[in-house]
Nanobody
Framework: VQLQASGGGLAQTGGSLRLSCEAS????????IAWFRQAPGNKREGVSC????????LYADSVKGRFTISLDNAKNTVSLQMNSLKPEDTAVYYC?????????WGQGTLVTVSS
């Protein structure tokens, strides 16, 4: 299983960024793609996830109403649209896939929100 994350970068407070995660090598149609983030000195925390089978999204309270996760089944790509960004959203964002009782991880992508 390989996960290729892209997007991220620098945004101002109130701005927007979009992250994408392309998954390959997952044999099952029943898996979850999730975005996590880790700020310096903090633990990795879940941001949002979506189930490949039913497309139901879940969000952390801290990003509800600002972030939107979406799934493109044809491209096996999950995107995370991040709007109304805040400085506290600054972190390295990781995409992960839960399949066959195991987590797979992509590389992190840095999101920096300036105040």
């Amino acid at each position: 299983v390989q996960l290729q994350a892209s997007g991220g970068g620098l945004a101002q407070t109130g701005g927007s960024l979009r992250l994408s995660c392309e998954a390959s090598g997952i044999d099952s149609d029943d898996y979850v793609i999730a975005w996590f983030r880790q700020a310096p000195g903090n633990k990795r925390e879940g941001v949002s996830c979506i189930n490949r089978r039913d497309g139901i999204p879940l969000y952390a309270d801290s990003v509800k109403g600002r972030f939107t996760i979406s799934l493109d089944n044809a491209k096996n790509t999950v995107s995370l649209q991040m709007n109304s960004l805040k400085p506290e959203d600054t972190a390295v964002y990781y995409c992960g896939a839960w399949s066959s009782l195991k987590w797979y991880w992509g590389q992190g992508t840095l999101v920096t929100v300036s105040s």
